[in-house]
């Protein structure tokens, strides 16, 4: 293992602050989720991109009918929190200066692998969530919508970016590590 | 290990101890001690030339091939 013994305090404080603040995306992005399925009139403003779900979630669709799209939407969520959860620790550890360490790099792949599934997942469930939102209007009023956007190709990309960072800084710690041993 | 490593012979004839040795060629004792019990991946080329340097020899004399049995 390869660490920065002391930090650039820069580095150090930089990394504190955004573990903190992926601490506070960490807690609000579930909660929010579920605020928008159980509130959704009070809630509306925190449907940016989600326009066509606007028009469908709202008060009127039953209360069991917006849990069974819940369910849906958390699988989604479900992997936007653990690219989170692995973000705060991988930035802990580079606060601490553990910046090629085994768990750090283990944890970017993580992170690729999250989002990579996260998209993959937020399109698979898209359908069952409008079928559940409209299945209470009855025959001939139902839908099934299917989203893919600019911005899932964007999530791609980035997965596909940290996934090839990540594999970059393992030959980097490979390559520190054979320095390590060559006097 | 195939290659031997005379470091302790070479330095036994100069009469120089690790400690003089490790502060010519600027290494620290540890890794002298590594080096010399031949516990290390490789030796740069530079620390090969500062030690040549020091105990005035070439680098034949301080590296051995013996093929393992």
């Known amino acids: ?183 | 290990m195939a290659i031997i490593v005379n470091l302790d012979v070479m330095m036994a004839r100069r009469k120089m101890r690790s400690k003089e040795l490790a502060e010519a060629i600027d290494i620290t004792e540890a890794n002298l001690s590594l080096l010399k019990s031949g516990k290390v991946k490789g030796v740069r080329f530079s620390t090969l030339e500062r030690i040549c340097a020091v105990l005035e020899c070439q680098p034949g004399e301080l590296l051995e091939f013996r093929p393992d049995a």
Request: proline letters at 3%; glycine letters at 6%; charged letters at 15%.
């Open chain 1, 1 to 183: 293992m390869t660490d920065i013994k002391t930090p650039p305090s820069n580095l150090r404080s930089l990394s504190r602050f955004m573990a903190g603040l992926t601490t506070i995306g960490l807690l609000i992005y579930p909660l929010a989720d579920i605020a928008i399925y159980l509130r959704p009139q009070m809630t509306q403003w925190m449907m940016l991109d989600a326009d066509h779900m606007g028009s469908v979630l709202n008060e009127g669709v039953p209360l069991m009918y917006r849990l069974y799209a819940l369910a849906f939407s958390l699988a989604g969520v479900s992997f936007t929190v653990w690219a989170l959860w692995s973000l705060r620790r991988l930035f802990l550890h580079y606060s601490r200066g553990e910046v090629f360490s085994a768990d750090a790099l283990r944890l970017m792949k993580n992170i690729a692998i999250a989002i990579f599934a996260g998209v993959i997942v937020t399109f698979a469930v898209h359908a069952p969530i409008s079928m559940a939102l409209t299945w209470y209007l009855g025959r001939g009023h139902r839908e099934i919508s299917l989203d893919f956007g600019s911005g899932d190709v964007a999530s791609l990309f980035t997965a596909g970016v940290v996934l090839v960072i990540s594999r970059v800084m393992a030959e980097a710690q490979r390559a520190a590590d054979e320095n390590t041993k060559f006097v």
